[in-house]
Protein backbone atom coordinates (compact mmCIF):
# COMPACT_ATOMS: atom_id res chain seq x y z
CA UNK A 1 0.00 0.00 0.00
CA UNK A 2 1.43 3.29 -1.10
CA UNK A 3 1.28 6.21 1.56
CA UNK A 4 0.90 9.80 0.79
CA UNK A 5 2.87 12.30 0.36
CA UNK A 6 2.97 14.84 2.58
CA UNK A 7 1.77 18.66 2.05
CA UNK A 8 5.67 19.64 0.93
CA UNK A 9 5.31 17.07 -2.36
CA UNK A 10 3.27 17.47 -5.49
CA UNK A 11 3.42 14.21 -6.90
CA UNK A 12 1.82 11.84 -8.68
CA UNK A 13 1.41 8.10 -7.31
CA UNK A 14 -0.95 4.84 -7.42
CA UNK A 15 -2.45 2.59 -5.06
CA UNK A 16 -4.26 -0.73 -5.16
CA UNK A 17 -3.26 -3.69 -7.71
CA UNK A 18 -0.25 -5.23 -7.54
CA UNK A 19 1.66 -1.73 -7.98
CA UNK A 20 4.73 -0.86 -6.00
CA UNK A 21 5.58 2.67 -4.49
CA UNK A 22 8.22 5.17 -6.13
CA UNK A 23 12.03 4.78 -4.30
CA UNK A 24 10.90 8.19 -3.09
CA UNK A 25 7.53 7.32 -1.51
CA UNK A 26 8.60 3.28 -0.36
CA UNK A 27 11.09 5.63 1.92
CA UNK A 28 8.34 7.02 3.95
CA UNK A 29 7.16 6.41 7.24
CA UNK A 30 3.89 5.12 7.61
CA UNK A 31 1.46 7.68 9.60
CA UNK A 32 -1.39 7.77 11.66
CA UNK A 33 -3.58 8.47 8.92
CA UNK A 34 -3.01 4.98 7.74
CA UNK A 35 -3.98 3.11 10.98
CA UNK A 36 -6.55 0.75 10.74
CA UNK A 37 -8.91 2.74 12.87
CA UNK A 38 -9.01 6.05 9.62
CA UNK A 39 -9.17 3.07 6.99
CA UNK A 40 -12.52 1.85 8.44
CA UNK A 41 -13.45 5.15 10.71
CA UNK A 42 -14.39 8.08 8.55
CA UNK A 43 -18.32 9.20 8.04
CA UNK A 44 -19.02 9.33 4.46
CA UNK A 45 -20.29 13.10 3.20
CA UNK A 46 -23.83 13.30 3.31
CA UNK A 47 -24.10 13.02 -0.73
CA UNK A 48 -23.19 9.45 0.26
CA UNK A 49 -26.32 8.38 1.60
CA UNK A 50 -28.11 5.87 0.82
CA UNK A 51 -30.98 5.21 -1.59
CA UNK A 52 -32.47 1.74 -1.95
CA UNK A 53 -35.26 -0.32 -2.85
CA UNK A 54 -38.80 0.77 -1.98
CA UNK A 55 -40.08 -0.71 1.18
CA UNK A 56 -43.58 -1.09 3.07
CA UNK A 57 -45.00 0.14 5.74
CA UNK A 58 -44.24 -1.50 9.41
CA UNK A 59 -46.74 0.11 10.51
CA UNK A 60 -50.43 -1.34 11.62
CA UNK A 61 -52.28 0.37 8.75
CA UNK A 62 -51.60 -1.04 4.68
CA UNK A 63 -48.46 -0.69 3.90
CA UNK A 64 -46.80 2.51 1.87
CA UNK A 65 -44.06 2.02 -0.80
CA UNK A 66 -41.38 4.79 -0.82
CA UNK A 67 -37.45 4.87 -1.43
CA UNK A 68 -35.40 3.84 1.43
CA UNK A 69 -33.40 6.75 2.68
CA UNK A 70 -30.14 6.25 5.40
CA UNK A 71 -28.57 8.83 7.41
CA UNK A 72 -24.79 8.49 6.15
CA UNK A 73 -22.67 5.57 6.41
CA UNK A 74 -19.63 5.22 8.59
CA UNK A 75 -17.17 2.52 7.12
CA UNK A 76 -17.32 1.12 10.17
CA UNK A 77 -20.78 -0.57 9.74
CA UNK A 78 -22.39 -0.71 12.88
CA UNK A 79 -25.29 -3.14 13.36
CA UNK A 80 -27.76 -3.25 16.55
CA UNK A 81 -29.06 -6.61 17.86
CA UNK A 82 -32.11 -6.12 19.99
CA UNK A 83 -35.34 -7.92 21.09
CA UNK A 84 -37.51 -9.00 23.56
CA UNK A 85 -35.59 -10.81 27.35
CA UNK A 86 -34.96 -14.42 26.23
CA UNK A 87 -35.23 -14.88 22.47
CA UNK A 88 -31.83 -15.92 22.15
CA UNK A 89 -30.23 -12.41 21.26
CA UNK A 90 -27.46 -12.17 23.83
CA UNK A 91 -26.25 -15.85 22.91
CA UNK A 92 -26.61 -15.39 19.32
CA UNK A 93 -24.42 -11.82 19.54
CA UNK A 94 -21.76 -13.92 21.57
CA UNK A 95 -21.88 -16.95 19.34
CA UNK A 96 -21.10 -14.69 16.01
CA UNK A 97 -18.23 -12.85 17.30
CA UNK A 98 -16.83 -15.72 19.04
CA UNK A 99 -17.20 -17.67 15.65
CA UNK A 100 -16.06 -14.86 13.53
CA UNK A 101 -12.67 -15.08 15.32
CA UNK A 102 -12.60 -18.75 15.41
CA UNK A 103 -13.01 -19.20 11.89
CA UNK A 104 -9.91 -17.14 10.42
CA UNK A 105 -6.96 -15.53 12.27
CA UNK A 106 -6.56 -13.13 9.56
CA UNK A 107 -9.95 -11.64 10.13
CA UNK A 108 -10.05 -8.84 12.72
CA UNK A 109 -11.98 -9.41 15.53
CA UNK A 110 -12.11 -7.65 19.30
CA UNK A 111 -14.42 -6.96 22.29
CA UNK A 112 -14.78 -3.00 22.47
CA UNK A 113 -16.93 -3.02 25.18
CA UNK A 114 -19.02 -6.01 26.44
CA UNK A 115 -21.84 -6.06 24.27
CA UNK A 116 -19.96 -4.58 21.02
CA UNK A 117 -17.81 -6.54 18.84
CA UNK A 118 -15.75 -6.06 15.60
CA UNK A 119 -15.72 -9.02 12.85
CA UNK A 120 -13.99 -9.37 10.01
CA UNK A 121 -16.58 -9.64 6.96
CA UNK A 122 -16.11 -13.55 5.46
CA UNK A 123 -14.98 -13.04 2.02
CA UNK A 124 -13.46 -15.81 -0.17
CA UNK A 125 -12.35 -13.67 -2.98
CA UNK A 126 -9.64 -12.37 -0.55
CA UNK A 127 -7.94 -15.02 -0.49
CA UNK A 128 -8.10 -15.87 -4.32
CA UNK A 129 -6.65 -12.35 -4.76
CA UNK A 130 -3.92 -12.64 -2.03
CA UNK A 131 -2.33 -15.89 -4.02
CA UNK A 132 -1.96 -14.34 -7.28
CA UNK A 133 -0.47 -10.98 -5.93
CA UNK A 134 1.08 -13.02 -3.12
CA UNK A 135 0.40 -10.36 -0.87
CA UNK A 136 1.78 -10.09 2.62
CA UNK A 137 -1.44 -9.72 4.36
CA UNK A 138 -5.34 -9.96 3.98
CA UNK A 139 -7.03 -7.28 5.64
CA UNK A 140 -11.20 -7.80 5.14
CA UNK A 141 -13.60 -4.90 5.43
CA UNK A 142 -15.63 -5.07 9.18
CA UNK A 143 -18.91 -5.04 11.13
CA UNK A 144 -19.46 -3.73 14.62
CA UNK A 145 -22.44 -5.87 16.57
CA UNK A 146 -23.84 -4.86 19.61
CA UNK A 147 -25.73 -6.31 21.58
CA UNK A 148 -28.51 -3.70 22.80
CA UNK A 149 -30.20 -4.22 26.25
CA UNK A 150 -33.50 -6.13 26.06
CA UNK A 151 -36.38 -3.99 25.11
CA UNK A 152 -39.71 -3.94 27.30
CA UNK A 153 -43.41 -2.35 26.70
CA UNK A 154 -42.83 1.25 27.80
CA UNK A 155 -39.42 1.40 26.76
CA UNK A 156 -39.98 4.50 24.53
CA UNK A 157 -41.15 6.47 28.30
CA UNK A 158 -37.75 5.03 29.93
CA UNK A 159 -39.28 1.97 31.14
CA UNK A 160 -36.82 -0.60 31.92
CA UNK A 161 -33.45 0.02 30.30
CA UNK A 162 -35.32 2.00 27.36
CA UNK A 163 -33.04 4.82 27.43
CA UNK A 164 -30.09 3.22 27.32
CA UNK A 165 -32.09 1.48 24.38
CA UNK A 166 -33.06 3.72 22.16
CA UNK A 167 -29.70 5.91 22.73
CA UNK A 168 -27.84 2.23 21.62
CA UNK A 169 -29.80 2.16 17.99
CA UNK A 170 -29.45 5.90 17.33
CA UNK A 171 -25.81 5.31 16.82
CA UNK A 172 -26.62 2.22 14.48
CA UNK A 173 -26.42 1.59 11.02
CA UNK A 174 -28.86 -1.06 10.51
CA UNK A 175 -31.12 -3.36 13.31
CA UNK A 176 -31.12 -7.01 13.42
CA UNK A 177 -34.04 -7.64 14.92
CA UNK A 178 -33.93 -11.38 16.56
CA UNK A 179 -37.07 -12.87 17.07
CA UNK A 180 -37.88 -16.07 18.98
CA UNK A 181 -38.88 -18.89 16.76
CA UNK A 182 -38.41 -22.02 18.91
CA UNK A 183 -41.04 -23.52 22.07
CA UNK A 184 -38.79 -24.09 25.28
CA UNK A 185 -40.67 -24.93 28.59
CA UNK A 186 -37.28 -24.51 30.13
CA UNK A 187 -36.68 -20.65 28.36
CA UNK A 188 -40.11 -18.41 29.89
CA UNK A 189 -40.80 -16.23 27.78
CA UNK A 190 -41.70 -12.67 29.29
CA UNK A 191 -44.96 -12.39 27.97
CA UNK A 192 -45.87 -16.51 28.81
CA UNK A 193 -45.90 -17.77 25.49
CA UNK A 194 -43.57 -17.39 22.00
CA UNK A 195 -45.70 -15.26 19.38
CA UNK A 196 -42.84 -13.78 16.90
CA UNK A 197 -45.50 -10.89 15.38
CA UNK A 198 -46.23 -10.24 18.77
CA UNK A 199 -42.67 -9.36 20.42
CA UNK A 200 -42.76 -7.38 16.79
CA UNK A 201 -45.44 -5.84 17.50
CA UNK A 202 -44.02 -4.43 21.09
CA UNK A 203 -40.57 -3.43 19.45
CA UNK A 204 -42.03 -1.47 16.60
CA UNK A 205 -44.58 0.18 18.76
CA UNK A 206 -42.33 1.77 20.99
CA UNK A 207 -39.64 2.78 18.59
CA UNK A 208 -42.65 4.39 16.83
CA UNK A 209 -43.41 6.22 19.67
CA UNK A 210 -39.95 7.33 20.46
CA UNK A 211 -40.14 8.83 16.94
CA UNK A 212 -43.16 10.40 17.31
CA UNK A 213 -41.95 11.85 20.28
CA UNK A 214 -39.06 13.13 18.82
CA UNK A 215 -40.63 14.84 15.40
CA UNK A 216 -43.59 16.74 18.06
CA UNK A 217 -40.69 18.19 20.23
CA UNK A 218 -38.54 19.42 16.74
CA UNK A 219 -42.14 20.91 15.46
CA UNK A 220 -42.78 21.95 19.04
CA UNK A 221 -39.76 24.22 18.66
CA UNK A 222 -40.03 25.39 15.01
CA UNK A 223 -43.53 26.89 16.24
CA UNK A 224 -42.00 28.80 19.11
CA UNK A 225 -39.42 30.36 17.03
CA UNK A 226 -42.10 32.15 15.05
CA UNK A 227 -40.16 32.61 11.91
CA UNK A 228 -36.87 32.87 13.50
CA UNK A 229 -36.61 28.97 13.04
CA UNK A 230 -33.27 27.90 10.74
CA UNK A 231 -36.31 25.00 9.67
CA UNK A 232 -36.37 24.96 5.90
CA UNK A 233 -39.74 24.05 4.29
CA UNK A 234 -38.89 20.78 3.27
CA UNK A 235 -38.23 19.87 7.04
CA UNK A 236 -41.27 21.57 8.32
CA UNK A 237 -43.90 19.04 5.61
CA UNK A 238 -41.38 16.69 6.73
CA UNK A 239 -41.91 17.08 9.61
CA UNK A 240 -45.78 17.19 9.08
CA UNK A 241 -45.47 13.52 7.23
CA UNK A 242 -43.53 11.85 9.64
CA UNK A 243 -46.05 13.15 12.27
CA UNK A 244 -49.00 11.97 10.89
CA UNK A 245 -47.38 8.90 9.73
CA UNK A 246 -46.17 7.55 13.19
CA UNK A 247 -49.34 8.99 14.87
CA UNK A 248 -51.38 5.73 12.24
CA UNK A 249 -48.72 3.24 13.22
CA UNK A 250 -46.43 3.27 10.12
CA UNK A 251 -42.86 3.32 10.43
CA UNK A 252 -40.29 6.69 9.56
CA UNK A 253 -39.34 4.77 6.36
CA UNK A 254 -42.79 4.25 5.32
CA UNK A 255 -43.61 7.76 5.21
CA UNK A 256 -43.33 9.32 1.76
CA UNK A 257 -40.84 11.44 1.70
CA UNK A 258 -38.61 13.31 -1.44
CA UNK A 259 -35.47 13.17 -1.50
CA UNK A 260 -34.95 17.22 -0.02
CA UNK A 261 -36.86 16.50 2.99
CA UNK A 262 -35.66 13.07 4.08
CA UNK A 263 -31.88 14.92 3.78
CA UNK A 264 -33.88 17.94 5.84
CA UNK A 265 -34.59 15.41 9.03
CA UNK A 266 -31.67 12.85 8.71
CA UNK A 267 -30.12 14.79 12.13
CA UNK A 268 -32.73 13.69 14.06
CA UNK A 269 -31.71 10.02 13.34
CA UNK A 270 -35.14 8.02 13.50
CA UNK A 271 -35.14 5.13 14.70
CA UNK A 272 -37.80 3.54 11.99
CA UNK A 273 -36.23 5.30 9.39
CA UNK A 274 -32.99 2.21 9.91
CA UNK A 275 -33.12 -0.53 8.01
CA UNK A 276 -34.11 -3.74 9.63
CA UNK A 277 -33.30 -7.78 9.20
CA UNK A 278 -35.32 -10.01 11.20
CA UNK A 279 -33.40 -12.84 12.51
CA UNK A 280 -35.71 -16.05 13.29
CA UNK A 281 -33.88 -17.49 16.10
CA UNK A 282 -34.91 -21.48 15.69
CA UNK A 283 -34.13 -24.89 17.55
CA UNK A 284 -31.41 -26.34 15.52
CA UNK A 285 -34.05 -29.01 13.67
CA UNK A 286 -35.24 -26.23 11.87
CA UNK A 287 -32.57 -24.11 10.59
CA UNK A 288 -32.92 -25.75 7.19
CA UNK A 289 -36.44 -25.54 6.49
CA UNK A 290 -37.89 -22.80 9.18
CA UNK A 291 -41.26 -23.75 11.04
CA UNK A 292 -44.85 -22.29 11.01
CA UNK A 293 -43.01 -19.17 13.39
CA UNK A 294 -40.40 -18.72 10.68
CA UNK A 295 -43.04 -18.59 7.66
CA UNK A 296 -45.10 -15.55 9.80
CA UNK A 297 -42.24 -13.76 10.07
CA UNK A 298 -41.06 -13.93 6.91
CA UNK A 299 -44.64 -12.29 5.44
CA UNK A 300 -44.55 -9.73 8.00
CA UNK A 301 -40.94 -8.61 7.01
CA UNK A 302 -42.01 -9.09 2.84
CA UNK A 303 -44.98 -6.59 3.85
CA UNK A 304 -42.49 -3.68 4.82
CA UNK A 305 -39.57 -4.34 2.55
CA UNK A 306 -36.90 -5.90 5.08
CA UNK A 307 -35.15 -9.09 5.34
CA UNK A 308 -35.44 -12.66 7.01
CA UNK A 309 -32.67 -14.73 7.67
CA UNK A 310 -33.40 -17.83 9.86
CA UNK A 311 -30.32 -18.48 12.26
CA UNK A 312 -29.95 -20.70 15.42
CA UNK A 313 -28.09 -19.43 18.59
CA UNK A 314 -28.09 -23.00 19.62
CA UNK A 315 -26.36 -23.54 16.42
CA UNK A 316 -24.07 -21.30 16.20
CA UNK A 317 -23.00 -22.02 20.05
CA UNK A 318 -21.72 -25.37 19.10
CA UNK A 319 -19.84 -24.48 16.04
CA UNK A 320 -17.23 -22.43 18.10
CA UNK A 321 -15.07 -25.33 19.19
CA UNK A 322 -14.96 -26.98 15.44
CA UNK A 323 -12.63 -27.13 12.75
CA UNK A 324 -14.03 -25.40 8.95
CA UNK A 325 -14.14 -29.43 7.79
CA UNK A 326 -16.05 -29.80 10.67
CA UNK A 327 -18.35 -27.10 10.54
CA UNK A 328 -19.06 -28.00 6.99
CA UNK A 329 -20.46 -31.82 8.00
CA UNK A 330 -22.04 -30.50 11.06
CA UNK A 331 -24.26 -27.84 9.12
CA UNK A 332 -24.57 -30.33 6.17
CA UNK A 333 -25.94 -32.84 8.80
CA UNK A 334 -28.34 -30.08 9.18
CA UNK A 335 -29.59 -29.42 5.67
CA UNK A 336 -27.69 -26.22 5.95
CA UNK A 337 -25.00 -24.24 4.92
CA UNK A 338 -22.75 -21.18 6.45
CA UNK A 339 -23.31 -19.01 2.91
CA UNK A 340 -27.71 -19.14 3.66
CA UNK A 341 -27.50 -19.53 8.06
CA UNK A 342 -25.77 -17.37 10.40
CA UNK A 343 -22.70 -14.85 10.09
CA UNK A 344 -22.52 -14.24 6.62
CA UNK A 345 -26.19 -14.79 5.80
CA UNK A 346 -26.98 -11.68 8.18
CA UNK A 347 -24.15 -9.90 6.58
CA UNK A 348 -25.57 -10.47 3.42
CA UNK A 349 -29.02 -9.27 4.14
CA UNK A 350 -27.73 -6.15 6.22
CA UNK A 351 -25.53 -4.95 2.75
CA UNK A 352 -28.71 -5.38 0.54
CA UNK A 353 -30.87 -3.46 2.77
CA UNK A 354 -28.09 -0.89 3.04
CA UNK A 355 -27.37 -0.68 -0.65
CA UNK A 356 -23.57 -1.96 -0.07
CA UNK A 357 -20.97 -3.11 -2.30
CA UNK A 358 -17.30 -4.26 -2.18
CA UNK A 359 -14.10 -3.57 -4.38
CA UNK A 360 -10.81 -4.03 -3.84
CA UNK A 361 -7.09 -3.32 -4.02
CA UNK A 362 -4.25 -5.72 -3.53
CA UNK A 363 -0.64 -5.83 -4.40
CA UNK A 364 2.36 -7.47 -2.71
CA UNK A 365 1.95 -5.62 0.86
CA UNK A 366 -1.33 -6.43 1.16
CA UNK A 367 -4.86 -7.27 -0.55
CA UNK A 368 -7.89 -5.21 1.34
CA UNK A 369 -11.75 -4.82 0.97
CA UNK A 370 -13.04 -2.17 0.94
CA UNK A 371 -16.98 -1.32 1.76
CA UNK A 372 -18.90 1.71 -0.92
CA UNK A 373 -22.32 2.31 -1.22
CA UNK A 374 -24.16 1.49 -4.54
CA UNK A 375 -23.78 4.29 -7.17
CA UNK A 376 -20.71 5.38 -5.87
CA UNK A 377 -18.45 7.23 -8.40
CA UNK A 378 -14.87 6.35 -8.41
CA UNK A 379 -13.39 9.60 -6.82
CA UNK A 380 -15.81 9.04 -3.76
CA UNK A 381 -14.38 5.38 -3.61
CA UNK A 382 -10.83 6.16 -3.52
CA UNK A 383 -11.69 9.00 -0.84
CA UNK A 384 -13.13 6.19 1.45
CA UNK A 385 -9.34 4.64 1.62
CA UNK A 386 -8.41 8.66 2.53
CA UNK A 387 -9.50 11.86 1.39
CA UNK A 388 -6.01 12.92 -0.29
CA UNK A 389 -7.17 9.82 -3.10
CA UNK A 390 -10.40 11.75 -3.82
CA UNK A 391 -8.98 15.47 -3.42
CA UNK A 392 -6.38 14.69 -6.23
CA UNK A 393 -7.98 12.05 -8.46
CA UNK A 394 -6.88 11.41 -11.52
CA UNK A 395 -7.61 7.62 -13.05
CA UNK A 396 -8.40 4.52 -11.44
CA UNK A 397 -6.87 1.39 -13.21
CA UNK A 398 -9.73 -1.06 -13.09
CA UNK A 399 -10.10 -4.97 -13.86
CA UNK A 400 -13.32 -7.02 -12.68
CA UNK A 401 -12.36 -9.65 -10.08
CA UNK A 402 -13.97 -12.75 -12.07
CA UNK A 403 -11.51 -11.50 -15.25
CA UNK A 404 -8.65 -10.89 -13.30
CA UNK A 405 -8.99 -14.58 -11.43
CA UNK A 406 -9.30 -16.13 -15.33
CA UNK A 407 -6.34 -14.06 -16.60
CA UNK A 408 -4.38 -15.23 -13.66
CA UNK A 409 -2.44 -12.34 -13.25
CA UNK A 410 -2.36 -8.22 -13.70
CA UNK A 411 -0.52 -8.60 -16.88
CA UNK A 412 -1.80 -11.04 -18.62
CA UNK A 413 -5.37 -9.05 -17.75
CA UNK A 414 -3.78 -6.13 -19.39
CA UNK A 415 -2.16 -8.13 -21.89
CA UNK A 416 -6.40 -9.25 -22.76
CA UNK A 417 -7.08 -5.98 -23.16
CA UNK A 418 -9.31 -6.38 -19.56
CA UNK A 419 -7.32 -4.09 -17.38
CA UNK A 420 -9.03 -0.36 -17.83
CA UNK A 421 -8.49 3.14 -17.15
CA UNK A 422 -11.41 4.46 -15.79
CA UNK A 423 -12.17 8.47 -15.38
CA UNK A 424 -14.12 10.41 -12.69
CA UNK A 425 -17.64 9.49 -13.69
CA UNK A 426 -16.96 5.42 -13.77
CA UNK A 427 -19.52 4.00 -11.19
CA UNK A 428 -17.46 1.59 -9.25
CA UNK A 429 -18.74 -2.27 -9.39
CA UNK A 430 -18.97 -4.71 -7.30
CA UNK A 431 -15.86 -6.81 -6.88
CA UNK A 432 -13.62 -4.28 -8.90
CA UNK A 433 -9.92 -4.80 -8.20
CA UNK A 434 -9.17 -1.08 -8.80
CA UNK A 435 -5.40 1.09 -8.67
CA UNK A 436 -6.10 4.52 -8.16
CA UNK A 437 -4.09 7.52 -9.60
CA UNK A 438 -3.70 10.71 -8.11
CA UNK A 439 -1.96 13.99 -7.81
CA UNK A 440 -1.67 15.82 -4.22
Known sequence: MVHPPGPAF????????????????ASRPATALFSASAFTGRALPSRHGVTGPAVGGGGRGAPQRRALHATPLSMKLQTGLVGMPNVGKSTLFNALVENAAAQAANFPFC????????????????????VINKSVKVVPTSLEFVDIAGLVAGASKGEGLGNKFLANIRECDAIVHVVRCFEDENIIHVDGSVDPLRDIEVINLELQLADLAQVERRQARVKVSRGKSDATPEEISALDKLAAGL?????????????????AIAGLMLLTMKPVVYAANVADGDLAEGNAMVESVRTFAKAEGSETVVVSAQVESELIALSAEERAEFLDALGATEETTGLRALIKATYGLLGLRTYFTSGPTETRAWTITAGMKAPAAAGVIHTDFERGFIRAETVSYEDLVDAGSEKAAKEKGLLRSEGKEYVVKEADVMLFRFNV
Open 111 to 130: TVEPNKGIVGVPDPRLDVLS
Open 10 to 25: MTTTVVGLSRRASPVL
Open 247 to 263: DEGKSARACELSDDEAD
